[in-house]
């Protein structure tokens, strides 16, 4: 029963720490798909969003993309998911220019004591111009972290526990000026 309850209080205080799901703020590497290869730029924007450029190569065509993406952290600090969408455009082969949206959902991991992430995801295209009006693509990634977030300090960490998140006081200040 004391495990129990042990392990109900430690699960309950991880659930009380901020997110933490990326520890980079720049990083670039290799993509590799089932019929394309090409290279990748992720850049941290906001807290939990980054920018993700890639540019591609198939043996028909050759495509730039752009994602917005947004993180959601899983077991632990350094194993995340993330959803997000975008654009793509490019040039086929014997058709000529072609562009589309994009969609995409992925697993990412930063691999410990190591900067290198690892990422799979899937990334369903519409194509808007181009022979075909859909691709389901999918790829590996991997990328070398080029600039590292500073880790927090444990007084930020314990602010975020004890401390009300900014939206609860962005909330107060809304509806208090409203009177």
């Not at 194993?79 to 969609?103: E, M, P, Q």
Request: aromatic share 10%.
């Amino acid at each position: 029963m004391k495990k129990v309850f042990l392990l109900g209080l430690c699960l309950s205080l991880l659930a009380c720490l901020p997110a933490l799901a990326q520890r980079y703020k720049t990083a670039a590497g290799l993509r590799i798909g089932s019929d394309e290869f090409g290279l990748t730029v992720q850049q941290k924007i906001l807290e939990k969003t980054t920018l993700e450029g890639l540019l591609t190569a198939s043996p028909r065509e050759i495509t730039a993309t752009i994602l917005a993406e947004q993180h959601f952290p899983m077991l632990g600090q350094r194993f995340n998911y993330y959803l997000g969408g975008g654009a793509h455009g490019g040039r086929l082969k014997d058709y000529g220019a072609i562009y589309g949206v994009d969609a995409i959902v992925g697993l990412e991991y930063k691999v410990n004591g190591l900067p290198f992430l690892l990422s799979a995801d899937l990334k369903p295209a519409i194509h808007i111009r181009h022979e075909e009006w859909f691709n389901m693509g999918g790829a590996f990634s991997i990328r070398y972290v080029l600039v590292k977030e500073k880790p927090p300090t444990p007084g930020q960490i314990i602010k975020g526990i004890f401390s009300p998140s900014d939206k609860k006081k962005k909330k107060k200040k809304e509806s208090s000026s409203w009177f």
